[in-house]
């Protein structure tokens, strides 16, 4: 590596380093006066540490990441087929438009206490809560790519006579695979998001619990090291599906 590529590599890192050096001097001051409230980054690099190696760390993230992910799969399936469907069909989206423009605004965390009445406390609330939260924003997204298919391209599969499905598989879904990952990468985020959120509302297991477990005994550093790791998760998974992306897109000959 040059040294011009060294510091192009290095530049993304100095303003986290600063923002971590004056969080560590802030929190010693703090600490030097009397208060309790907060904990250096290096107490929290430590019971990072902790938690790594007695296992907690990996059984709550591996709760929270695979409840997102199965929340994130059935969001995205059901929001993608409707999404085709209804940007392909004008009837098809004047008749859901009034269902989808009331229940879309509906805060996914309001839905805590129906799930919890109907599936308890688990996997499954979780899951429902994270599916609702994700079909939306895949649901538009979609239909607002496929209205933006060159119309020329459906009415070649028109004059070949593919079916809907073939019409769907072959001309559709590859003309909109740039915008489909913009929406994937996008449901990602909500998922996370939202499984940490009912994780600290309602759901005692995972990310989000294992949080409140901290703040609720008094162990400062214990809560910034899952708040930093919850943060070093989200940026893997998008890095995840940026290099995806990447992939896919050069298979299917949108990059060199």
């Not at 250096?40 to 690099?45: I, Y």
């Not at 003309?175 to 509302?201: C, D, H, K, M």
């Not at 609720?216 to 919850?230: C, E, K």
């Amino acid at each position: 590596m040059t040294e011009h590529g060294f510091f192009r590599w290095l530049r993304p890192w100095v303003f986290p380093a600063a923002l971590v050096g004056a969080f560590e001097w802030y929190a010693r001051r703090a600490a030097a006066l009397g208060s309790d409230a907060l904990a250096p980054p290096s107490a929290a690099a430590k019971a990072f540490m902790g938690a790594a190696l007695d296992g907690s760390l990996w059984q709550a993230t591996g709760f929270t990441l695979g409840t997102a992910a199965l929340g994130l799969l059935l969001g995205a399936v059901l929001g993608i087929a409707l999404g085709l469907v209804i940007g392909l069909s004008r009837r098809a989206a004047q008749l859901g438009s009034l269902s989808i423009e009331v229940l879309r605004p509906v805060p996914s965390v309001a839905l805590i206490p129906l799930a919890m009445l109907t599936f308890g406390f688990g996997v499954r609330m979780e899951l429902a809560i994270v599916a609702f939260a994700t079909f939306w924003p895949l649901l538009v997204l979609v239909q607002s790519a496929v209205q933006q298919i060159e119309p020329r391209l459906l009415e070649v599969s028109r004059v070949l006579g593919l079916s809907p499905r073939e019409r769907a598989f072959k001309i559709v879904l590859p003309a909109i695979v740039p915008r489909l990952f913009v929406a994937l990468r996008l449901g990602v985020a909500v998922a996370l998001v939202v499984a940490v959120t009912v994780e600290i509302a309602a759901n005692p297991h995972g990310m989000g619990y294992a949080m409140m477990i901290a703040q609720q005994s008094f162990d400062p550093a214990l809560m910034l090291a899952w708040l930093g790791w919850i943060g070093v998760v989200g940026f893997a998974i998008n890095a995840g599906m940026v290099l995806l992306q990447r992939v896919v897109a050069r298979r299917m000959g949108v990059l060199p």
